[in-house]
């Protein structure tokens, strides 16, 4: 088992988190990183990241919060199946 104790620092712009994996979580991890060319911090990160975006409920989701904004452009819908699908209304 690689031994990694959950560790969290506090720094200047954020904290370090450190947990354990087993040998084989830890050779497949290693794999996928080096196959995307990250480190491993790069990968945890992106992992991390990722994982979150799964786990936030919709309604606390800052993108449904943002509020529609007046362009002063006018558009019209029912041209969206020609402008889409390149002239052949579905």
């Not at 050779?27 to 995307?36: A, R, S």
């Not at 606390?60 to 889409?84: A, M, N, Q, W, Y």
């Amino acid at each position: 088992m690689c031994y990694l104790h959950l560790l969290m620092i506090e720094m200047v712009h954020g904290k370090i988190v450190q947990t354990e994996l087993l040998e084989k979580e830890y050779e497949l991890f290693q794999k996928v990183v080096k196959k995307k060319k990250f480190t491993i911090k790069q990968g945890l990160r992106e992992a991390i990241q990722q994982w979150m975006t799964t786990q936030i409920a919709v309604e606390d989701d800052p993108l449904f919060r943002i509020k529609p904004v007046k362009t002063g452009v006018k558009t019209d819908s029912s041209k969206l199946d020609e402008t889409l699908y390149g002239g052949r209304p579905r």
